[in-house]
């Protein structure tokens, strides 16, 4: 034993001291001298240091906050406990960080450095850890142009001199396993730029837990241990058809939804009664959310995205979004996130420049900003990157046994002109637009989310004409499992806009969808975007007095529930919500007490009854063999017809797009026999004005291009449904007498 207070600090201990140490474990804990070892810590905030147990003192160097130790062979355990009262008297206990070896296996490293750690949410960020037995948390960072890395928090006075972490070389990762720490407390990491000396305190890519906004901490959770209830519908997923079955999905802003009787957020437990009683009642299949991923401005939605990995703290805990997930799962209803990986914020304490250097981020602002939204672009070149948001998708799958991801912003990360001008963007290596290394990200994304979690829905936001978003990608495509017709969605809607006096000279904008229908998987959305910034609320879109305009949003929903695509209806719509979405309050349920609201209420539950019972309507969604053309030709009544088939099963389907009452209107049939009127968008229990009709045997009759013909009453702005009567089947084989 040996006391070295005559020791001078060296040039190691004075950069410790300065916290500008590169590699603090050569410096710091247990050496080597001679035959003894040398123990060296650096305590800023402790007035005297022992070893645990009633062990020797450890003096401190005069005039410094080391403390040294020379200890015998055999005097000390493998790894040594320290006793330590701080300058205010608190005494503390536990292992010195510095007597620990490096954590991250070669194997990890190596994936990452490749992007091909699926997983390294499991390795990278804080995570409860053990050590020959010893418990704490083995925090882990990605910061390659870094001088210095500290842990900071509310462990060590947020003093980043307390805790530097140790660099593993070329791999860019820094690692500090803290024993002694648990699940709860507050960190966040501070980095010294080696080129700048500038500081930076930043919260942890891989945090899994933030604190509530404006707050910004990472907390240290605890490794999941929730208790899953939905393993049948986990079992069933895997060999899911979805191509071919119902997908009707109910979009959730879940921070204006609904407010609890104080006026605040429900949190995820109060969702999973309170909303998935309402989607389950009104018979959607799927939620699709808002980002929930953790964000410091409510006012971004989620979109401006700084926790990758961390449900927002805004609506509870991680296990508390579990509790949500399951409780979906259990009343039969998927669960699709809006994830961004097109862009993140500029926020200081996040990505943006992580070590002080455009790490995430491209470096040259043609490529590496969105000046129209304020934030920056992900180099999807750099595999560290391509890795991190792998692993984010892979985690939301995996963790939150999510059921699928809508990409957001898609277009703008596969031009790399987008909403550019000449001179503001760079072209690729070949003097293309495209951004290839972003097309290559969503390939692997695309194959690895499928291959790893069956059944998952990839969903892209895709405005523009890409050819093959939804294709596989052994055959070039992008290989998402569907993409958003948005092309379908701005027609429709500016048909509708017009008044039906004049919608005979737009007829076209009812029919040019279907030349592209089955280019892609589609589905078809009235998203959050379309109730924003101006665009006003779906119903006053529509023209006309108070009963047309309800009169049209109901037609419009019917051509939506019977016209081929999947379903997307945001938050509001399925009751004609009279203003525009507001985030920052909850839906205006009151006027359900009004019978116009209601009745589109009611009318989009039995659209989504109907929808799911009758396989013509979703059985052959992406395929031609699922649609015919009636007539599309009638411009000048601004009616559509059109057949929705299943092998032998078929419904009739007719859209009168003017508020004209059309008695014995004639359309053909494919089939004689009795044709009963199985839904009627203008019927009285919808608050319409019940032109309806009754059981309609066919005539002998050929009518466009078909051997039979119905004759109709057309309700004003109504669309109606007919189907076969059952026992008219036997019908069908009989053929006119020669």
Known sequence: MGNLSNVTLDADAIKIREARHHDPFSVLGRHQQGKSFKIRLYLPYAESVGFADG????????????????????????HYRLDWIDKDGGKHAGYDPYDFGVQLPDFDRQLFAEGKHWHAYRKMGAHLHSVDEISGVLFTVWAPNAGRVSVIGDFNHWDGRCHPMRSLGSSGIWELFYPGLDAGYLYKFEILNRNTSEVLTKTDPYGQQFELRPKTSSIVVREASYQWHDQAWMDSRGGHDWLHEPMS?????????????????LNYRDQAVQLVDYVKALGFTHIELMPITEHPLD???????????????????????????????????????????????????????????????????????????????????????????????????????????????????????????????????????????????????????????????MMAEESTAWGGVTRPTWTGGLGFSMKWNMGWMNDILEYMKEDPIHRRYHHDKLTFGMLYAFTENFALPFSHDEVVHGKGAMVNKMPGDEWQRFANLRLLYTMMFTYPGKKLLF?????????????????????????????????????????????????????????????????????????????????????????????????????????????NSDSGVYDGSNVVNTLITSDPIPWMNLPHSISLRLPPLGGIIFKLKQDSKAVKNIKAPI
């Open 249 to 265: 999905i109910y979009e959730v802003h879940l921070g204006s939804w609904k407010y609890d009787a104080e006026g605040n957020f």
């Open 571 to 679: 938050m509001g719509c399925e009751f004609g919500q009279g203003t525009q979405w507001d985030f920052s309050s909850q839906l205006d349920w009151y006027v359900l007490d009004y019978p116009h609201h209601k009745g589109i209420q009611t009318l989009l539950k039995e659209l989504n009854d109907l929808y799911k019972a009758q396989p013509t309507l979703y059985k052959h969604d992406f395929d031609h063999q699922g649609f015919d053309w009636i007539d599309c030709h009638d411009a000048e009544q601004s009616v559509i017809s059109y057949r929705r088939k299943d092998g032998a099963d078929e419904l009739i389907v007719v859209l009168n797009f003017t508020p004209v009452v059309r008695e014995q209107y004639r359309i053909g049939v494919p089939v004689a026999g009795d044709y009963q009127e199985i839904f």
């Open 55 to 78: 062990g020797a003192d450890i003096p401190r160097l005069p005039g410094t906050d080391f403390f040294e130790y020379l200890a015998q062979p055999g005097e000390l355990p493998d």
């Open 299 to 457: 006012a971004s939605w989620g979109y401006q995205t700084t926790g990758y990995f961390a449900p927002t703290s805004r609506f509870g805990a991680p296990d508390d979004f579990r509790f949500f997930m399951d409780t979906c799962h259990q009343n039969n209803i998927g669960v699709i996130l809006d994830w961004v990986p097109a862009h993140f914020p500029k926020d200081e304490f996040a990505l943006a420049r992580f070590d002080g250097t455009p790490l995430y981020e491209h470096e040259d602002p043609r490529k590496g900003e969105h000046r129209d939204w304020g934030t920056l672009i992900y180099n999807y070149g750099r595999n560290e990157v391509k890795n991190f948001l792998l692993s984010s998708a892979i985690f939301w799958l995996e963790e939150f046994h999510l059921d699928g991801l809508r990409v957001d912003a898609v277009a703008s990360m596969l031009y790399l002109d987008y909403s550019r001008e000449d001179g503001e963007w760079i072209p690729n290596q070949y003097g293309g637009n495209e951004n290839l290394e972003a097309i290559d990200f969503f390939r692997e994304l695309n194959s690895v989310t499928h291959q790893q979690h069956p059944g998952t829905v």
